[in-house]
Nanobody, 124 residues
Framework: QVQLVESGGGLVQAGDSLRLSCAASVRLFSDYVVGWFRQHPGKEREFVAA????????YLADSVKGRFTISADSPKNTVNLQMNSLKPEDTAVYYC?????????????????WGQGTQVTVSS
């Protein structure tokens, strides 16, 4: 059983940066994929970014390319989502999730483990 805990959310102004972290309770094997999703109020959860735990493959949604990066801190068993040039439309609850295998990276239903979420609010 993998437990995931997100941290780093908060209230910022447009143009600011935030770094979210997702800490896993166990050491992840190389075939694990860790993803970030977000949910705007009243909307379905959407894919933001994902990476293979080995670190060689990363994926970003078009809406965040050029602004967000995803990376792993292996010694800390943590995956980080660096968010730069934040916009009000980035306001959402951000969740990290984990699964094995590369199929269905952008599909929340493919993920087996989820964190509790962290709120990110970007004011204009």
């Amino acid at each position: 059983q993998v437990q995931l805990v997100e941290s780093g959310g908060g209230l910022v102004q447009a143009g600011d940066s935030l770094r979210l972290s997702c800490a896993a309770s166990v050491r992840l094997f190389s075939d694990y994929v860790v993803g970030w999703f977000r949910q705007h109020p009243g909307k379905e959860r959407e894919f933001v970014a994902a990476m293979k735990w080995s670190g060689r493959l990363t994926y970003l949604a078009d809406s965040v390319k050029g602004r967000f990066t995803i990376s792993a801190d292996s010694p800390k068993n943590t995956v980080n989502l660096q968010m730069n040039s934040l916009k009000p439309e980035d306001t959402a609850v951000y969740y990290c999730a984990a699964k094995t295998g590369l199929s269905g990276l952008g599909n929340e239903k493919e993920y087996d483990y989820w964190g509790q979420g962290t709120q990110v609010t970007v004011s204009s």
